[in-house]
Every structure is written in structure tokens, then in C-alpha cells.
């Protein structure tokens, strides 16, 4: 029994032996080849790290208001006898837009006129009389009292024909009407919309950090997406003395030129302000960086052996612009990295450099793509 146990346990140990010296031997044999395998060629596009002069700049989102804008309406009731305005026309200030039926007032009007002629005409008399001593000056008195009061009645009925008719109140274009001739109106009903286009304002709102780098005059460049590749130029026109607590922001309104009146209030834009001197700093565009969480890298280009490698080196970033963005540490003026295809690189691969223009990255520290 002994026996056949040790020849067991004998013939176990060689069987599990052989397995895993095959399997040891196949393992070392894989190494083997992956050790001896010539690394595959990287093709990748590659740029250089250069200097450029950069503004500190701040971007904030705003929307366009006008200088003057209103909703008008009427002050009193009645229907629209007569429309002078067609929609969309530039007005100015005073120009009649609306009138509203005023016949049963202007009949009124003329019946207390002549109760005021008649008034002056008893002024005048009882003062050639008070001249002439024949009357006291109580009469004279009494006289002029009823003359100013048909005056103020004249004048009063006079402004509630006036009210009756809408008039703009200052230069500017109006949008579409809302009401029709033979339509009553009730006050407060809104007619149509009046807004002074040129110039216009845009509001925006910045963190209280940068309240210390503002100042009424300052220039602002804002761009809308209506129109990408024009920027439009303002200043500063005011700042709200007093910030949100809800987000400890201020309000700030900057005033454009808008001659051609293509900007409209509502649109929304982005303001970029300028802020400080420039600095001169190294750039690379995003695209030649690695990002990690223990820091970002990139793979600088080295000939050798009329071979080009890659060697991959830790660098300090900074600020971004566009598609670029700025190295503050880790890298010099003028040195070749790659600039693409960072994902199949490792340190110490071969590379093949192909900048073809079709597929390589933009480098622009103001991209505007084209919306359309």
C-alpha cells in the first residue's frame, strides 16, 4: 500500500512538473519575442513651442440693451381713427403715431373757446372801465378771476386731446404694430414697441475680484454669433456701485457704436476685456498636451541615429487662449513636441512626422469656425 502511494505521488509530481515547465517555457518564450520586436513607427504631426505676446483678458456673457426703449400706450381711452406709422420705420421724437377719435372733445374744446374769448372780451371792458374809475377794483378783480379760470378749462380739455394722441417720445425705430384703425383702446394698452438703436448698451456681470481693474472709458471687444468675424468696439459707460449678494457679482454697461443698427437689444454677446500689460509667454497648442491627474506632459522630438523618438516631459501650464495654451515651466523656446496622436505615444517610441495640413490641428488663439 505504501508502495503504490509513493508511486503515485512520484508519477503526480512529474505530470504536474512537466505542465508547468512547458507553461514556464512557453512564457519566457513570449517574453523572448516581445523583447526582440521592433517597436512600431508613430505617425504623428508635430509643432514648436513658441513665444507670443499675450493681454490679460477676462470673458464675460452679456446681452444688448437700448439707451431708450419703451412699450407705448395711451394715456386715455378711445378708438383709432388713424394709424401714422408704417412697421419698422425710424421715427423721431414727437412724430404722431396714433390718433384716437377726439370729435365729441374737439367739439367741447371749441364751445369752451368761445366761453374764453367771451371772458376776455368782459376782462377788457371792466378794465377800461376800471381806468375810467367807474368801477372798484373788486369788480376788475372778479373778472380777471373768470377769464384764468376759462383759460385753465380751454387748456385742460387741450390735454385730454392730447392724450388721446400718441406721439414718439424720442428718436428711434419702431417695431410692429398691435392694434388696428376702428380698434378700442383701453389706457396702458400696449400700441407698439419704440427702441433707440444708435448707439446701443450691453449689461454684463463680473466677479467682485475684478472690480479693482475697472474703470468708466474702458474698452471692451464683443462678438455675437450673427456676426462671427467682426468684433464690435465699446467702452465702459458705467458700473453698478452696488453688487448681487446672491452671487457677489457687479453689473457693469459698456455702450457701442451701432450706425448701420445691426445689433438689436436682446442679442446676446461675449465682452473680452483687456486687463494689465501684455506678457510674453511660451504656447503650445492643447492638442500637444497629455492632461493627468499627477500632471500634465508632453513628448519632445529627438533625432537619433537618424531615427526621431519621442521623450515625454512634465511642464507647468497656465492660462488657455483658443487652441492654445500657455507653459509657464518645463519647456523652452523653439523646442520640437508632438502635436498630435498623443494617445499612441509612449516614452522612447519611434515617430513619423506627417504635418499634413488637411489633418493637422489648428493652432489659432482665436478660432472661429464657420456656423454654417
Do not use: C
Request: charged share 25%; aromatic share 6%; hydrophobic share 40%.
Amino acid at each position: 500500500m505504501n508502495k503504490r502511494m509513493i508511486i503515485m505521488l512520484v508519477f503526480a509530481g512529474v505530470l504536474f512538473g512537466g505542465i508547468f515547465g512547458f507553461k514556464a517555457f512557453i512564457d519566457q518564450v513570449i517574453a523572448d519575442v516581445f523583447d526582440n520586436m521592433e517597436a512600431e513607427t508613430v505617425t504623428i504631426s508635430s509643432t514648436e513651442a513658441r513665444r507670443e505676446s499675450w493681454t490679460p483678458r477676462f470673458e464675460a456673457a452679456g446681452t444688448l440693451t437700448p439707451v431708450s426703449g419703451a412699450e407705448l400706450s395711451v394715456e386715455l381711452g378711445g378708438i383709432v381713427r388713424s394709424i401714422h406709422f408704417e412697421n419698422g420705420q425710424s421715427v423721431e421724437a414727437g412724430q404722431r403715431l396714433v390718433s384716437l377719435d377726439t370729435r365729441v372733445d374737439e367739439a367741447e374744446l371749441a364751445q369752451l373757446q368761445a366761453a374764453l374769448r367771451l371772458a376776455e372780451l368782459e376782462l377788457a371792458r371792466q378794465e377800461r372801465l376800471f381806468n375810467q374809475q367807474s368801477i372798484s377794483r373788486s369788480v376788475l378783480e372778479r373778472a380777471e378771476s373768470e377769464a384764468d379760470q376759462a383759460r385753465a378749462v380751454v387748456a385742460a380739455r387741450q390735454a385730454l386731446i392730447d392724450q388721446k394722441t400718441l406721439t414718439a417720445p424720442f428718436d428711434g425705430r419702431v417695431g410692429i404694430r398691435q392694434v388696428n384703425p376702428g380698434q378700442f383702446l383701453s389706457p396702458g394698452t400696449p400700441v407698439v414697441s419704440l427702441q433707440a438703436l444708435d448707439p446701443i448698451n450691453i449689461d454684463f456681470n463680473l466677479p467682485q475680484r475684478m472690480l479693482p481693474r475697472l474703470s468708466p472709458g474702458q474698452r471692451v471687444d464683443v462678438r455675437f454669433d450673427a456676426f462671427p468675424d467682426h468684433a464690435f468696439q465699446g467702452e465702459i459707460l458705467a458700473i453698478e456701485p452696488r453688487l448681487r449678494e446672491s452671487t457677489r457679482t457687479v453689473l457693469v454697461q459698456a455702450r457701442l457704436d451701432n450706425p448701420d443698427e445691426t445689433l438689436r437689444p436682446g442679442m446676446f454677446g461675449r465682452v473680452e476685456l483687456e486687463l494689465g500689460e501684455a506678457e510674453s509667454l511660451i504656447v503650445l497648442p492643447q492638442t500637444a498636451l497629455r492632461f493627468a491627474t499627477y500632471g500634465d506632459s508632453v513628448f519632445v522630438i529627438e533625432e537619433e541615429d537618424g531615427e526621431k523618438k519621442v521623450t515625454q516631459r512634465f511642464v507647468q501650464t497656465g492660462r488657455t487662449r483658443g487652441d492654445l495654451v500657455a507653459i509657464l515651466d518645463g519647456l523652452d523656446e523653439g523646442v520640437a513636441v508632438a502635436g498630435s496622436g498623443l494617445l499612441k505615444l509612449q516614452n522612447n517610441a519611434r515617430v513619423k512626422i506627417d504635418n499634413d495640413e488637411d489633418t493637422r490641428p489648428t493652432e489659432d488663439a482665436d478660432p472661429r469656425p464657420d456656423n454654417g
